[in-house]
């Protein structure tokens, strides 16, 4: 099991940038998949952004491809979300989450979470 604590959300314009950060407790963090979701008002929590246990493999929903970008230092037990040229579609709470496998996206693969970090983009 892995504590997971976000941070680095807030309010932004669109077209800003914001950059999400995941700091996880424990020695075991190189051994997960990480993922970043996100859930917002009314909508049900749903896959941004994962990245492979050594960092060499992302994968990213088509809503976000090519504006965001998922990344992790194991030295440092951090995972981050680089995220540019937000939309207020964007709006949401982001969660960061674990997993030591993975069958797919959804977020009953994952078996840990944080408590989220709030994002809002204005128009």
């Known amino acids: 099991q892995v504590q997971l604590v976000e941070s680095g959300g807030g309010l932004v314009p669109a077209g800003g940038s914001l950059r999400l950060s995941c700091v996880a407790s424990?020695?075991?963090?190189?051994?997960?998949?990480m993922g970043w979701f996100r859930q917002g008002p009314g909508k049900e929590r749903e896959f941004v952004a994962i990245?492979?246990?050594?960092?060499?493999?992302?994968y990213y929903a088509d809503s976000v491809k090519g504006r965001f970008t998922i990344s992790r230092d194991n030295a440092k037990n951090t995972v981050y979300l680089q995220m540019n040229s937000l939309k207020p579609d964007d709006t949401a709470v982001y969660y960061c989450?674990?997993?030591?496998?993975?069958?797919?996206?959804?977020?009953?693969?994952?078996?840990?979470w944080g408590r989220g970090t709030q994002v809002t983009v204005s128009s």
């Open positions: 989450a674990a997993a030591r496998t993975l069958s797919n996206y959804s977020p009953g693969s994952f078996s840990d």
């Open positions: 990245i492979s246990w050594s960092g060499g493999n992302t």
């Open positions: 424990g020695r075991t963090f190189s051994t997960y998949v």
